[in-house]
T-cell receptor, first 116, second 115 residues
Framework: AQKITQTQPGMFVQEKEAVTLDCTYDTSDQSYGLFWYKQPSSGEMIFLIY??????QNATEGRYSLNFQKARKSANLVISASQLGDSAMYFCAMREGWAGSYQLTFGKGTKLSVIP | ETGVTQSPTHLIKTRGQQVTLRCSSQ?????VSWYQQALGQGPQFIFQYYREEENGRGNFPPRFSGLQFPNYSSELNVNALELDDSALYLC??????????????FGQGTRLTVV
């Protein structure tokens, strides 16, 4: 079974509008972390936001917020006031457990295109 | 910029050859992870090095090997290259793998083409 599922291969959003990118995850661990990364065409993965499984508040970082619904195992990324520079691939990732290595499991990504 | 640098940026190799990719971690980071990203896919974890020791490995064959040096820079070596090894190889550096350390900073990647 997929550990991270991103069901939207591509999304379009009008500049200055908000957009939600979907992510569902599958784990039996109680302790885990959820991440969102942005990957422009240059290839570098840019860290956007993190949510720990025990965090009660939804994470926010500037225009990015994470809508964390633990019971539904979803961790959707909300980008407010979209900008042309937001056009990129977006990946949801999970780190399971706290022992051992810092291993991230990624979804297949969503390509976001911001329209002027 | 994250301070994580990878070299080379692009590489073309022939099937059966060997390749070495290099990564300099961000200052202060002692953990380096390597990921393989095939076209149209998310990155897949290859392995991680912490204080010069392998500290976790994904589902990759032994012909994928690595090293970490005392300055925490790292190398990824791939022997007997196959066409399916064509991918973007990403290096990520982070602080030691504790729950409170939540960020990994990625380099720009090395794009490997095997022909």
């Amino acid at each position: 079974a997929q550990k991270i599922t991103q069901t939207q291969p591509g999304m379009f959003v009008q500049e200055k509008e908000a957009v939600t990118l979907d992510c569902t995850y599958d784990t039996s661990d109680q302790s885990y972390g959820l991440f969102w990364y942005k990957q422009p065409s240059s290839g570098e993965m840019i860290f956007l936001i993190y949510q720990g499984s025990y965090d009660e508040q939804n994470a926010t970082e500037g225009r990015y917020s994470l809508n964390f619904q633990k019971a539904r195992k979803s961790a959707n990324l909300v980008i407010s006031a979209s900008q042309l520079g937001d056009s990129a691939m977006y990946f949801c990732a999970m780190r399971e457990g706290w022992a051992g290595s810092y291993q991230l499991t990624f979804g297949k990504g969503t390509k976001l295109s911001v329209i002027p | 910029e994250t301070g994580v640098t990878q070299s080379p940026t692009h590489l073309i190799k022939t099937r059966g050859q060997q390749v070495t990719l290099r990564c300099s971690s961000q200052s202060g980071h002692n953990t380096v992870s390597w990921y393989q990203q095939a076209l149209g896919q998310g990155p897949q974890f290859i392995f991680q090095y912490y204080r010069e020791e392998e500290n976790g490995r994904g589902n990759f064959p032994p012909r994928f090997s690595g090293l970490q040096f005392p300055n925490y820079s790292s190398e990824l070596n791939v022997n007997a290259l196959e066409l399916d090894d064509s991918a973007l190889y990403l290096c990520a550096s982070s602080l030691e793998p504790r729950p409170t350390n939540t960020e990994a900073f990625f380099g720009q990647g090395t794009r490997l083409t095997v022909v």
